[in-house]
């Protein structure tokens, strides 16, 4: 058993969609930003958002498990996860962890320069901020006294209140550790206690629905109301002047009291479809923020006629686990995501501000819209259970189709309009209990293709929602059974059906009545996936095998087998070389399609659910049972090195890898570029074989274009004359290469002499003198790879000093055209010795003409030309016969 740590192709990237969970948020001013921040936990993380843009400013690093409480201060954010406290500046670097209780943490109170904090084990703990210590600790009998809130009443030093789950509230001194008073309460579990800008009342709220604003120093109740909503989860005052108190309720409503009339002033009701964790009114400004577990993080501003809020910012995601994701756009930047609360978000891989949500499906969006009296929503529409979505005509009409669980009707959307469509696609005379199984829209645009339970399969108008028609005769299903995919063309000319009856039914685009061909499979067809560019059907079976059938020749080209559970969705890449799949047994594979084998395999924490690979190759989205997220995986062949093999399962020990988070992993500098792949690096020869033409290594600017450098040298003249520098600084002598050396023996024994002459009258360049000094084609290799180390422009100017007229000979000439026969015999280097000889013979065709021993050699070099070129042609024609022939058939 060979083991690996991971995963060959893909390795964790982020997670999008993530904004709220239970927790309360915190709110901080930060007076050198002028602005305030608001911190929100999504499990192991907190997101730090912007209040004056409501964007994503930072994220934090991981904590060992869920956080339980958050809070702040001026300098730090606090964060409770299991038994410690961490303190963190700028919403990431970590700087104090603050150890010691032996049960999970539940509150925390910032109290000037100590830290409060309270364990489900009913022990309050105080610690030094900066030294890290304990400074108190105080244990309660739960019996007695379980501590529900806490809180600092202003002007009261050193005084905190404590509510208990037995309804009483007791007042304790932290520097002198003494219980000062006590309060008999109301005979109902204190859930909320908040200081009220008056000085000395706080409002407390209990169990039973009561809100009691209470004077500590007289032990008076200065007023009190009742909420029928629901508990109390949470309170807040207006911090602006005005004498409102906001209160949020376990069912998501919020109710905005007027203090001074003692009376409901305005409620929002449905606020949030899930109880209301953090409620908090900003200072000197008419704002107030909210935030819920179900996802979202809400500003609402105070500027109704009767004194109430409206929906100002909204940072939201799915509220339920999402079951669908895909790409739509060509860019790859954006993701279709559909949850199980029947909504549809638009996700963006760059940044978190361009998330959009589209709303629910409804029956009736606009009555939907203004449906707000109620609790609950009768016109939302099942869940999303199949996408399918095609931009060409996006601007103009409705752009997305989608099938609701357990429905036979097909709704569409506008992702240009960011809403749901008002089209709701039905055939006609259809038979209750059908429902509709699986949909694709045309590559026009124009149209959407529906199968359903029945067998059969209808066509509908995107844009104006026309039923245009059915595939089949009249009266009688497309398959004997359940449509299992429907899928068409790149050109609209073709439709292909797969049904339960195990069968593949190829029917032309307009003429619906029979199929021109049909197909017998060997299994059952859970579900499909069609790649257009390339033609490929991949089929999902029932037996956890996938088939992948080639439609231009109506024959199955590749199967796989591998999964041991249901496949739950599969995927191309962007090229159609990789086909990725997801199964119930948690593993993500990842299969290479020429080769027909397993490539990549790896576990996941929980089932992947849906998948979609990016279409530029970049990022594999996936969903899983039970996140609320949708997972982003890189591709690191984008950046690394890797050799793909094919995999055994069964020999291999399969990594078992971690989802991605919030964070961004910051590797260290030491490991930047260190690249394991878990093997030796496969080398490849020079060669593979004498018999096979190779090409060279070298980019095509190194050649191209040497027969043209005069047009290029044309092209970038510069439009205005060089102008000398009157006092031109000193430069040393360089040799001519691709590197810069200095010619520094140049001058050696000649520096007393002031006239210069060389050691021999030749007028050859260093190459040509190297050249002539061959004698065998063995020693022709070095000239060669001196030839590759030179620019286009000297290699122009070897060739052209090798004439007679240029101080060159006849000899040199002849051993050129020797070194470019070597490397046609050899068949290395072929676009090179083509690139070289077509400059030569361009450059010296007067001198070739006129020497006899030139035309010589010349002809023996023909004949290794062209039999290479025959050899090569041969092979092509080959190629494109056989190809031909199987497109024919």
Sequence with gaps: MTSKSSSQIFTGSRVLGYVSTHVPFVARFIKR??????????????????????????????????????????????????????????????????????AAIHKILPF??????????????????????????????????????????????????????????????????????????????????????????????????????????????????????????????RLDGIPVMVTGSTKGHIVIWNLEEKRVMSQIQSAHSSRVAGLQCLASEPLMVTNSQDNSLKMWIFDMPDGGARLLKIREGLSRPPNLVRHCEPTGENLLAAGRDSSLHIMNTVTETFNKSMGKASYNRKASKKKKRTEVDYLVLPPITK?????????????????????????????????????????PDMEKG???????????????????????????NMQSGIYRGFYGKEKKAAHKGAIRGVETDLCNQRVFTVGADDKIKFWYFKSATSPFHVMKLEESVNSTKYHRDSALLALANEDFTITLVDVDTMKVVRKFDGHVAKINDIDFD?????????????????????SAQLVDIFYVEQPCTSLSMSPTGDYLATTHVGELGVFLWANKLLYERVFLKGIDRNS???????????????????????????????KSPEQISKELITLSDQPTSRWLNLLNLDIVKMRNKPKTAITVPKSAPFFLPTIPSLELEFDLE??????????????????????????????NPE?????????????????????????????????????????????LKTNRDFELAQSYLSLFLKTHTKAISQSKELLNVLESVEEAATETWSRLQAHLMYNICVVKALKDM
């Excluded at 911190?39 to 991981?62: A, N, P």
Aim: overall charge neutral.
């Design 33 to 102: 930003r002028g602005e305030t921040l608001l911190c929100t936990s999504v499990g192991k993380w907190f997101h730090t958002y912007g209040c004056d843009k409501f964007r994503l400013l930072s994220i934090s690093g991981e904590h060992p498990g869920p956080i339980t409480c958050m809070s702040g201060d001026n300098f730090h954010v606090y964060t409770a996860s299991e038994n410690d406290i961490y303190a963190w500046r700028r919403g990431s670097e970590l700087k104090h962890v603050y150890k010691g209780h032996q």
């Design 112 to 237: 000037g320069i100590h830290i409060i904090s309270i364990d489900k084990n009913n022990v309050l703990k105080i610690f030094d901020i900066k030294e890290e210590t304990e400074f108190l600790e105080l244990g309660f009998k739960e019996k007695d006294f379980k501590i529900t809130t806490i809180c600092h009443p202003p002007t009261y030093l050193n005084k905190i209140l404590l509510g208990s789950q037995q309804g009483k509230l007791q007042i304790w001194n932290v520097r002198t550790s003494k219980l000062v008073f006590t309060f008999n309460g109301w005979k109902s579990p204190v859930t909320v206690t908040e200081p009220a800008p008056a000085v000395d009342v706080v409002a407390i709220a209990l169990a039973n629905g009561k809100i009691i604003l209470h004077n500590l120093r007289y032990n008076e109740v200065v007023m009190e109301f009742v909420q029928d909503w629901g508990k109390v989860s949470c309170l807040s005052f």
């Design 387 to 427: 996408l399918s979505s095609c931009m060409q005509r996006d601007k103009q009409w409705d752009s997305i189709a989608s099938l609701h669980d357990g429905m036979f009707m097909a709704t569409t959307w506008s992702y240009n309009r960011i809403c749901m469509g008002e089209h709701k696609l039905k055939p």
């Design 434 to 460: 059908v429902q509709a199984t699986c949909l694709t829209v045309t590559h026009c645009g124009n149209f959407v293709v529906i199968g359903y339970t029945n067998g059969q399969v209808h066509k509908f």
């Design 574 to 594: 962007c090229q159609s070389r990789w086909l990725v799949t997801a199964s119930m047994d948690c593993t993500i594979c990842t299969w290479d399609i020429p």
């Design 652 to 682: 291999v020990d399969i990594p078992r890898l971690k989802l991605p988070n919030s964070s961004v992993e910051k590797p260290e500098i030491e490991d930047i570029g260190i690249i394991d792949l878990g093997e030796p690096e496969y």
């Design 746 to 775: 140049k001058d050696k024994d000649q520096s007393d002499r002031k006239l210069l002459i060389p050691e021999s009258l030749s007028t050859l360049s260093p190459f040509s003198k190297k050249l002539i000094a061959c004698n």
């Design 779 to 823: 020693e022709y290799g070095p000239c060669a790879d001196k030839l590759k180390t030179l620019s286009p422009a000297a290699i122009e100017a070897e060739i052209i000093s090798m004439g007679v007229d240029a101080g060159g000979s006849i000899e040199v000439m002849k051993h050129f055209l020797s070194l470019v026969g070597c490397m």
